[in-house]
């Protein structure tokens, strides 16, 4: 189960690297960076949010567990991990490249974070709600 707090460690780090990243885009726009290199400021945006989003999933899901002494399948837990950190992944590429939504590889790097994240989220919620259930 610690890979979820690694996972959320890493959203956190994104997270506040983004912050600094589109504060100083704003604040002291450097010609090359801000409007060339950061094409999509309301995109870095969805990523920030993400991250936190992801970040408080993985310590979400790892302090219900551990309060009601619930051991989280480990292949669920990584795939938490690695997907709640590749899901807000997938905006701060798109904020970078213009045609982003246009290229298949990137298509098919979405699609499989999607999958992984979905599979750790659907597997964890199915252990939480067993543990609910069989404990009535």
Same mark, same amino acid.
């Given at each position: 189960?610690?890979?979820?707090?690694?996972?959320?460690? !890493? /959203?956190?780090?994104?997270?506040? %690297? *983004?912050?600094?990243?589109?504060?100083?885009? #704003?604040?002291?726009?450097? =010609?090359?960076?801000?409007?060339?290199?950061?094409?999509?400021? =309301?995109?870095?945006? #969805?990523?920030? +949010?993400?991250?936190? %989003?992801?970040?408080?999933?993985?310590?979400?899901?790892?302090?219900?567990? =551990? &309060?009601?002494?619930?051991? %989280?399948?480990?292949? !669920?837990?990584? /795939?938490?991990?690695?997907?709640?950190?590749?899901?807000?992944?997938?905006?701060?590429?798109? &904020?970078?490249?213009?045609?982003?939504? *246009? =290229?298949?590889?990137?298509?098919?790097? *979405? !699609?499989? *974070?999607?999958?992984?994240?979905? +599979?750790?989220?659907?597997? @964890? /919620?199915?252990? %939480? @709600? /067993?543990?609910?259930?069989?404990?009535?």
């Amino acid at each position: 189960m610690e890979a979820l707090l690694i996972g959320a460690v !890493a /959203c956190t780090t994104a997270l506040i %690297l *983004s912050a600094w990243l589109m504060t100083f885009a #704003r604040w002291f726009p450097i =010609k090359g960076i801000d409007g060339d290199f950061l094409v999509d400021y =309301k995109t870095m945006i #969805r990523a920030h +949010v993400d991250y936190a %989003l992801m970040a408080l999933f993985n310590l979400g899901f790892f302090g219900a567990a =551990k &309060a009601a002494g619930v051991e %989280l399948h480990y292949f !669920a837990c990584v /795939c938490v991990a690695i997907g709640g950190f590749t899901n807000p992944t997938v905006f701060v590429i798109a &904020a970078f490249d213009p045609d982003f939504w *246009s =290229k298949t590889k990137w298509k098919v790097f *979405s !699609a499989i *974070s999607f999958v992984i994240t979905t +599979v750790g989220f659907m597997t @964890i /919620c199915y252990q %939480l @709600i /067993c543990h609910a259930l069989c404990a009535q």
